[in-house]
Nanobody, 118 residues
Framework: QVQLVESGGGLVQAGASLTLSCAASGGTFNSRDVGWFRQAPGKEREFVAVISRYSISKNYADSVKGRFTISRDNAKNTVYLQMNSLETDDTAVYYC???????????WGQGTQVIVSP
């Protein structure tokens, strides 16, 4: 079973950049699509970005297109989310997840907190 650990969050000012990391251990991480999701206070968790297992395909939520870039290094069992031009609306806990044959895994990690101040 794959275990995912998110890191890299922090408190930044609007316009700044952050890079989040999702480190995997166990299971078949490298053969799965991996996605980033986020949950803002008082809101439901929402999709942010997804990358296919060999990085051929990447998709983004409209709200982050042109600002966020998802990438992966299968040799390091790690997926990244480069976030540029951060906005206050990007404030949320960010989670990564793997896509299983039946859909996204129901096991969520602790996430990493991103706070963007005005």
């Amino acid at each position: 079973q794959v275990q995912l650990v998110e890191s890299g969050g922090g408190l930044v000012q609007a316009g700044a950049s952050l890079t989040l990391s999702c480190a995997a251990s166990g299971g078949t991480f490298n053969s799965r699509d991996v996605g980033w999701f986020r949950q803002a206070p008082g809101k439901e968790r929402e999709f942010v970005a997804v990358i296919s297992r060999y990085s051929i395909s990447k998709n983004y939520a409209d709200s982050v297109k042109g600002r966020f870039t998802i990438s992966r290094d299968n040799a390091k069992n790690t997926v990244y989310l480069q976030m540029n031009s951060l906005e206050t609306d990007d404030t949320a806990v960010y989670y990564c997840n793997i896509r299983l044959p039946a859909g996204w895994s129901t096991d969520w990690g602790q996430g990493t907190q991103v706070i963007v101040s005005p």
